[in-house]
């Protein structure tokens, strides 16, 4: 049995089961991955997460980088959404870009979500600098610490008081 501590993302739950979205990166994961089997019981220890879109404004900017996605993908499959969103889901390569399917979806069936799916292998990074951030807008950012930093500074730029929540991680 495995004992060290190991960060997974959650991506929703029922009550009863959780979900996890994590990335085959090495060993451990390659393992998890290839031999973890449904309804397997496990400890877990969090939430670490602070995100509460429900607490957001009507209008909300959602920019999420790579594994960031998971705190989104909780909300928008356990909650009905009645604010105006625009999501930015920046990934590398089309494994990255592990809920497109689900997103490209979701977007047809809720004319109040907007999804733009940026996947730098083959795009130029997400550039935020020329967005048009509605005022009484919230944002919220989940990524890597860079990206996190890199767009936080731009929308502060945009508006010094912006409503901003954000979550950074650091992978090895």
């Known amino acids: ?36 089997e449904l309804d397997t019981r496990v400890s877990i220890d969090g ?31 356990n909650n009905q959404i009645d604010q105006s969103i625009e999501m930015f889901y920046s990934y590398q390569g089309e494994a990255g870009g592990v809920y497109k399917d689900f997103l490209e979806d979701y977007q047809k069936k809720n004319k109040q979500f907007k999804v733009n799916l940026i996947d730098t292998a083959v795009m130029k990074p997400l550039d935020l600098k020329d967005y ?22 731009i929308f502060r730029n945009k508006d010094k008081n912006v409503d901003l929540t954000f979550e950074a991680f650091k992978l090895r």
Request: with cysteine.
């Open 1 to 36: 049995m495995e004992k060290a501590p190991h960060p997974f993302s959650l991506s929703g739950g029922d009550g009863k089961k959780i979900y996890l979205t994590t990335k085959n990166s090495g060993d451990f994961t390659k393992q998890i991955y290839e031999s973890l």
């Open 132 to 153: 048009p951030l509605k005022k009484n807008s919230s944002v919220f950012i989940c990524g890597p610490v860079k990206m996190v930093e890199n767009y936080a500074k």
């Open 47 to 77: 939430p670490y997460g602070r995100m509460d879109f429900s607490k957001g404004k009507k209008n909300q900017v959602w920019v999420a980088g790579g594994i960031g996605i998971t705190p989104f993908m909780a909300y928008l499959k």
